[in-house]
């Protein structure tokens, strides 16, 4: 029996990080003690009014079919939360409630993208946006984002990569995996180029409360009434609340755009969890002194992390300004030979360190970015220096 399968499938690139992963499984299931900096999720606990107010949805029977893009109430909390925090009016018209913000992206692009359509994508980028355009039938652009900018794209190179191809420019702040923050300023300059060109801005915000050195979080939808109806603002409960298992994300856009957005879901998954919305109105209405405490804890870790790093013969990173990554800059390395592996790229170097060190990163080539390794401050500070500590002893003790 011959099996055939979809092109489109079959233009999916696989995880270039699963032999890592799964190696490193696989020692923790020999009792290997491994240390992972490539978690993207906090490790906090759910705050206790959102896990409370999910099992009170229980208690009352809440547990049936919402409308597809989300329950009036959830809508009417994000639309409050996106004009308190973030200065954006929205109508419930304008609001989808998905499941998880990885399946608010992919909507998006499904819902804006034909065959052939361009996105702009800029380097380092979350893992996923390339293959969620490619299953749109859109073709990514990238734009290389060098590390002396922040790893933020210049005005510049964004009109030298725009054609008569091109649909969006996906924009992320602050960054997975890079921790970048945009001004308002260079926001501003951002969009007036996609106002000029007429092309969307899908603006992904879901770690906008981890922000760090007096930075501020602005939504370039908020700049004026021309660039907010070319914006799809994307948020979620995963990581500001630490919901991430919850499955709760949304969007904010153009009535026709959340319009088709919506349509297309009731066919592909119909509402995101019942039970999980009663939580998140909960999360955005409820007490928020949670996420303080979080960003708090987060902010110490990351000043050891990049102060750590630095001391470490080989690497370097600049300070990020938020989420809870920082991206390593493994330059020096390349070339040389450690525990008799040549370090041609981030992928043997991601392999030494879980071989030797015992220690997971993430290599950075499955951001476009082969000459940094990602690591995640979402860990204990106790195992952050332990982690930190085998890494300097494997490359410089050797």
Known sequence: MKISLSKKVKNVSP??????????????????????????????????NIKNAAIEAIQKGFTTYTPAAGLPQLKEA???????DNNLNYNLENIVVSNGAKHSLYNIFQAICDPKDEVIIPAPYWVSYP??????????????????????????????AITSKTKAIILTSPSNPTG????KSELEAIAKIAVDNNIFVVSDEIYEKLIYEGEKHVSIASLN??????????????????????RIGYTASH???AKAMGSMQSHATSNANTIAQHASIEGLNGDQSSIEKMRIEFDKRRKYMVERINKINGLS????????????????????????????GSMELSELL???????????????????????????LENIKEGLNRIDNVLNNN
């Open 15 to 48: 995880s270039i990080t699963l032999s890592i992963n799964a190696k490193a499984k696989e020692m923790k299931a020999k009792g290997i003690n491994v240390i992972s900096f490539g978690v993207g999720e906090p490790d906090f606990n759910t705050p206790e």
């Open 78 to 84: 994000i639309c409050n939360k996106l004009k308190n």
């Open 131 to 160: 293959d969620m355009v490619k299953l749109a039938d859109g073709k990514p652009v990238f734009v290389e984002c060098k590390e002396e900018n922040e790893f933020k794209i210049k005005p510049d190179d964004l009109e030298n």
């Open 180 to 183: 970048a923050v945009y001004t």
């Open 225 to 246: 009434n021309e660039i907010k109806d070319l914006t799809i603002v994307v948020n979620g409960m995963s990581k500001g609340y630490a919901m991430t298992g919850w």
């Open 255 to 257: 009535s026709s755009v």
């Open 317 to 344: 990173c600049i300070t990020p300004k938020g989420a809870f990554y920082v991206m390593i800059n493994i330059n020096q390395l390349i070339g040389t030979t450690i525990k008799n592996i040549e370090i041609k």
């Open 354 to 380: 879980l071989e030797h060190a015992h220690v997971a990163v993430v290599p950075g080539i499955a951001f476009g970015a082969d000459q940094f390794v990602r690591i995640s401050y979402a860990n204990s």
